[in-house]
């Protein structure tokens, strides 16, 4: 059910409990049970009112909050979801109910450090568009970085060759990394697209070329973009917003 898109393993496991899965007609209600390639699979009305009651979270982490659970005494982001933290601007409709933040997680990490658009979601077939293993979604970063003692103008000083490598040719954990766009906002500032999220994986690209980052802000995943969103606010992702 998770590879044909349907729903998560988790919300399959679920809606299997419940007795909201057919198969050929018959309702299976045993985890673990197989099916066939020529079988079609069916789910309730019930399983599809379940996962359209499914909220996803746009939030702008600052720095200081962790995107998971609580580590090292800092405070997870989704403390931040509360229906007084709720950007006036939000356009949707959607009432703020405590059960939104029931297996609401975060769909694609930002570190400590670093903030920007930071996505929550019960829906499983987000995360794994977000995060499966074979997601090819765009994330999009400005990052600020400084060159040796240069804190200013540093795209002038930094080697053309070694911008070419931030693109392409670098391996992280003993694996290549995905060809990347990177390029200068300003002299300060580096413009990063990624398809791929490794743990810190943007700061530490910057250190094997002998950059160091000392700011780095998410602003876009997919089609959907920070925006205006106000730092430590967050709003519903809309009907028609898709990732």
């Known amino acids: ?25 018959e309702r299976i209600d045993t985890l673990g049970s197989r099916v066939r390639p020529d079988q079609q699979i069916e789910v309730t009305r019930d399983a599809q009112a379940a996962q359209s009651r499914q909220v996803t979270i746009l939030l702008h982490k600052p720095v ?13 982001a989704v403390t931040l979801i509360t229906a007084a933290n709720r950007w006036e601007g939000d356009r949707a409709t959607t009432r703020f109910l405590p059960g939104h933040l029931r297996t609401l997680a975060p769909a694609g990490r930002l570190d400590i450090d670093s903030t920007g658009l930071l996505v929550l979601t019960q829906d499983g077939r987000i995360a794994k568009q977000l995060i499966g293993e074979h997601s090819s979604v765009e994330k999009e970063y400005l990052v600020r970085v400084t060159y040796g003692e240069r804190a200013t103008e540093v795209a002038e000083h930094f080697p053309a060759e070694q911008l070419a490598l931030l693109r392409f040719g670098l391996s992280l954990d003993g694996a290549a990394l995905k060809a990347a766009k990177v390029s200068w906002q300003n002299g300060e500032q580096l413009r990063f697209v990624l398809r791929e999220g490794k743990k810190r994986q943007i700061r530490r690209m910057c250190e094997l070329v002998g950059l160091q980052v000392v700011g780095l802000k998410r602003v876009r995943m997919g089609s959907v973009a920070l925006g205006a969103l106000p730092q430590g606010k967050w709003r519903y992702l809309l009907p028609d917003e898709s990732f």
């Open 1 to 25: 059910m998770s590879e044909l898109g349907l729903c998560s393993r988790r919300e399959a496991d679920e809606w299997i409990e419940n007795g909201w899965v057919r198969v050929d007609g």
């Open 64 to 76: 200081g909050y962790v995107s998971g659970q609580a580590e090292d005494g800092y405070e997870p």
